[in-house]
C-alpha cells in the first residue's frame, strides 16, 4: 500500500469518527515526535502546526505524569475547557490520536469512539517504537 493511499484511508477513517459524534469538531493523528499522518477535513496547515505543537506537549506531560506516578503506561489525556474537550489517545502502534469536541456534545460517546479508533489503529497507521532506554 502506498503512502499516499494509507494517508487518503487515515483521513477517512479521521471523517468517519467525527462524522459518528454529534459536537465532534477535528481529529488528527501524529507520529510520537509530532509529524502530522493524517486529519480529518478542515484541518489547514496552520491549524495542523498548532495542533502538532500542542498535542506534543500534551504527550510529554502525560508521560510525565505516568512516570512520576509510576502506574504504568501513559493511555489519555482528556482536557475540559468551559466550552471544549480535547481527547487525547495514544495508540498501540505508538501514534497519538487527539480529538477536538464542543462542551455540549457527549462526552461518553466520543470517549468510546476514541477507544473504538485506537483499537483499530493498527488497520490505518504504522508501527512506532519506544527508544531503547540506555542502562545508567
Same mark, same amino acid.
Given at each position: !500500500?502506498?503512502?499516499?493511499?494509507? *494517508?487518503? #484511508? $487515515?483521513?477517512?477513517?479521521?471523517? #468517519?469518527? %467525527?462524522?459518528?459524534?454529534?459536537?465532534?469538531?477535528?481529529?488528527? @493523528?501524529?507520529?510520537?515526535?509530532?509529524? &502530522?499522518?493524517?486529519?480529518?477535513?478542515?484541518?489547514?496547515?496552520? $491549524?495542523? /502546526?498548532? $495542533? =502538532?505543537? &500542542? %498535542?506534543?506537549?500534551?504527550?510529554?506531560?502525560? &508521560?510525565?505524569?505516568?512516570? @512520576?506516578?509510576? /502506574?504504568?503506561?501513559?493511555?489519555?489525556?482528556?482536557?475540559? !475547557? =468551559?466550552?471544549?474537550?480535547?481527547?487525547?489517545?495514544?495508540?498501540? #502502534?505508538?501514534?497519538?490520536?487527539?480529538?477536538?469536541?464542543?462542551?455540549?456534545? /457527549?462526552?461518553?460517546? !466520543?470517549?468510546? /469512539?476514541?477507544? &473504538?479508533? @485506537? *483499537?483499530?489503529?493498527?488497520?490505518?497507521?504504522?508501527?512506532?517504537?519506544?527508544? *531503547? %532506554? *540506555?542502562?545508567?
Amino acid at each position: !500500500m502506498t503512502p499516499a493511499l494509507i *494517508a487518503d #484511508n $487515515l483521513g477517512r477513517a479521521l471523517d #468517519n469518527l %467525527v462524522d459518528r459524534v454529534p459536537g465532534a469538531q477535528f481529529a488528527v @493523528v501524529l507520529s510520537p515526535d509530532g509529524i &502530522m499522518l493524517g486529519a480529518s477535513r478542515g484541518i489547514d496547515d496552520e $491549524l495542523a /502546526e498548532q $495542533l =502538532s505543537a &500542542m %498535542v506534543c506537549g500534551l504527550q510529554a506531560l502525560g &508521560m510525565a505524569a505516568a512516570q @512520576v506516578c509510576g /502506574e504504568g503506561e501513559l493511555h489519555q489525556v482528556v482536557v475540559h !475547557m =468551559s466550552r471544549a474537550f480535547l481527547f487525547h489517545a495514544t495508540t498501540g #502502534n505508538g501514534a497519538i490520536l487527539t480529538v477536538g469536541i464542543d462542551g455540549e456534545a /457527549e462526552v461518553g460517546d !466520543m470517549a468510546y /469512539e476514541v477507544a &473504538m479508533f @485506537v *483499537a483499530q489503529a493498527g488497520d490505518h497507521l504504522p508501527v512506532y517504537l519506544e527508544p *531503547a %532506554v *540506555a542502562d545508567a
